[in-house]
């Protein structure tokens, strides 16, 4: 194919979606909705999985001792961790910084404390570990320990944070692919309209010797430049609304300082979002008029 | 040029169009071919076109080998003819000049070729002035030598022309009807079919005139007979 010959397949997909402005606008429309539900999917995904590494770079696990146990066999449970060299440091939590703590937590509700002293907190001991990879075998060992009751294990909810965002990616995979099919429905939808309204046209160019790929890549083009359209008015709908999420986040306080959880900035994702929202609007654009052209365009 | 060897056509759902038609044009001349609505005539011209497949027999036109064509070569074989229809069949919303460039757009030509081509067939036909109107301000007659313009831009071997003069008035037919003499003094070969008695009788060229399917006449400077005529009231 010549260089003017795509350039005149361009120039008529261009016209011809102008000429069709509502129908286009109907399926632009279409989508950017689609792309934006995948993006919130996406951004969500992206969010979920730096959480997660980030939680799982602090590996700290805690052991609670029995309530019941006195001063000389928290001292023994002490000395085996104090052995351990897989541990790089760990922090005794006495009965009385135990009760502290449960009081601050409570803040304004510590009344219920009332009538209780620190006798019924546990000792435990927060555990710093070398290398996470130790996480497995050092619970195990804590767990054989006479005297210690429970380890409460970060990865455990690492795993259930890692089994819920699993689920979730199946389910928003799930919707992504129900959407985009609607998408490429909708597309050919519109290629057919704009097939049925130049059939004429298609005809004669048949008659004059056109080729069958002449008359059909500026229909393509067509169905990929509605696409690419909602994929750049997605990007700025998503990216804006994120940005806005994001200054919300940053002004609650207290979430953002308990630094149990932090966003990614726009900056850093919107390459991402605008990559994956091209190929994936290119993708539904060509599918949809391809489909069309196969059924409606006998050439 | 255009030969038929045995050819044979029936439509899917039984209609006999043509049984054993052997003709044979050769390069540069002009033939009318002739004959109710209904007689094969249309079909004729379709099966030159590869509009439809032959049931029977072999099609040659313009050295392609109709008969066992593919799909994909098809544009290849209209693109080497010319072809004007009876509705014009002109694009609404091109100028006259873009019409008329469109053929040689989807042949690749150079823009340097298509800039010389189109004025010059434009010009044969008459219309150099109204080059940048469109085919909605024309009239009939102009809008058919806008479409013989295009079917000349490619400067083909062999003009085909199906009721060329079918939605126009006498007058103007006769207008078409002398470019068409024209074009062929120029060497291009070209088939009319139609079924206009005065525009055949007055031009005295070879009639092919077909009935029932069947070449029932092939004369040198021919007329549309009477007993054609009666066919058609039967038909």
Known sequence: MKIRTIRHIFKEGFVNSYRNKLMSLASIAIVVASLIVFGIFLLLVINMETNIEMWKEQPQLEAFCYVELDNTQVQMVEDVIKKDDRILQYERVDKEQAFAKMRDKLGKNSAILEGYGAEIFPVSFIIRLKDVSYSDEIVKALEGVSGVEKVSYSQDTIEVITRVSHWFKLGSGVMIMIFLVVS?????????????????????MKYIGATDWFIRWPFVVEGVIISIV???LALVISAYGYSLLYDKFAQDLFLAESQLLSLVEIKDVWTQLASSYVIIATMVGATGSFISLRRHLKV | MVELKGVSKTYPNGTVALRDVNLKIEKGEFVFIVGPSGSG????????????????????VNGYDVSSMTRSEVPYLRRSLGFVFQDFRLLPNKTVYENVAFAMIITEALPKEIRRQVPMALALVGLSRKANMYPSQLSGGEQQRVALARALANNPALLIADEPTGNLDPETSWEIMKLLSEVNHRGTTVIVATHEKSIVDEMKKRVVSISKGLIVRDQEKGQYRDEDKNNQAYI
């Not at chain 1, 309209?193 to 005809?203: Q, S």
């Not at chain 2, 004729?44 to 509009?51: P, S, Y």
Request: glycine content about 4%; cysteine-free; charged content about 30%.
């Open chain 1, 230 to 232: 909602g994929a750049i």
């Open chain 2, 41 to 60: 005539k249309s079909s004729l011209v379709k099966l030159l076109l590869k509009e439809e497949d032959v049931t029977d027999g072999e099609v040659y």
């Open chain 1, 184 to 204: 490429v429905f909708i597309i050919s939808n519109t290629i057919k309209l704009t097939v049925f309204a130049r059939r004429k046209e298609i005809n004669i």
